[in-house]
């Protein structure tokens, strides 16, 4: 009787530790600016850019990115034992901002339209708002005009490259410097 008590709680304690739901604690670096990072149904998400040591960039929980901001962030992940369909194996929380500095007011990025059928970004006049909601200022309404029939007409393997700064200091709106298309694979 012994060994069948036994022999149940070593099978009992076995099963019990099918997978590990230990915490791994990472450092990722976040980019100022955000970039499509998750081709998803229709287009891309925008997300800051910043992955952690394997590779993976999803949004961090309680992580509120400001444009102009590089930071350096640690974040917890744990296993997800037996995740949805489409779902990330692992859930994160932000553990601490161990840095947040400012870039320079001159500070330049390139962000790169692709055709999908979620554009990224819209125009109205001189302005417009990228597909997360970020406002953007061209030099005029011709220039805008410009950009959007460009991103209209694009078609693949092309992409379109812009050109972005900030505009007081590294404030919003964003503020087109250039565009233009260049074959995907350049």
């Given at each position: ?26 450092t ?11 081709v998803?149904?229709?287009?891309y ?24 901001h ?29 840095s947040d ?11 790169t ?6 554009p ?11 597909m ?38 590294t ?16």
């Amino acid at each position: 009787m012994k060994r069948y008590f036994l022999l149940a709680a070593m099978v009992t304690s076995v099963a019990g530790c099918g997978g590990t739901n230990d915490e791994q604690i990472t450092t990722v670096h976040v980019s100022h600016y955000r970039e499509q990072t998750s081709v998803a149904l229709g287009g891309y998400f925008m997300w800051p850019r910043g992955t952690d040591d394997a590779g993976n960039s999803q949004p961090v929980p309680s992580f509120d990115h400001h444009w102009g901001h590089q930071y350096v962030i640690r974040i917890g992940k744990t296993p997800v034992d037996h995740p949805a369909a489409d779902a990330p194996n692992y859930n994160l929380r932000l553990v601490s901002i161990d840095s947040d500095v400012v870039v320079p007011a001159t500070t330049e990025f390139v962000l790169t339209a692709y055709p999908f059928a979620a554009p990224l970004f819209s125009v109205t006049g001189a302005g417009g708002t990228l597909m997360d909601g970020t406002p953007f200022v061209c030099s005029d309404e011709q220039a805008c005009a410009d950009l959007s029939a460009a991103q209209a007409a694009l078609t693949s393997p092309n992409a379109l490259a812009i050109t972005f700064g900030y505009s007081a200091g590294t404030q919003l709106p964003l503020v087109v410097q250039s565009f233009q298309t260049k074959s995907s694979g350049s």
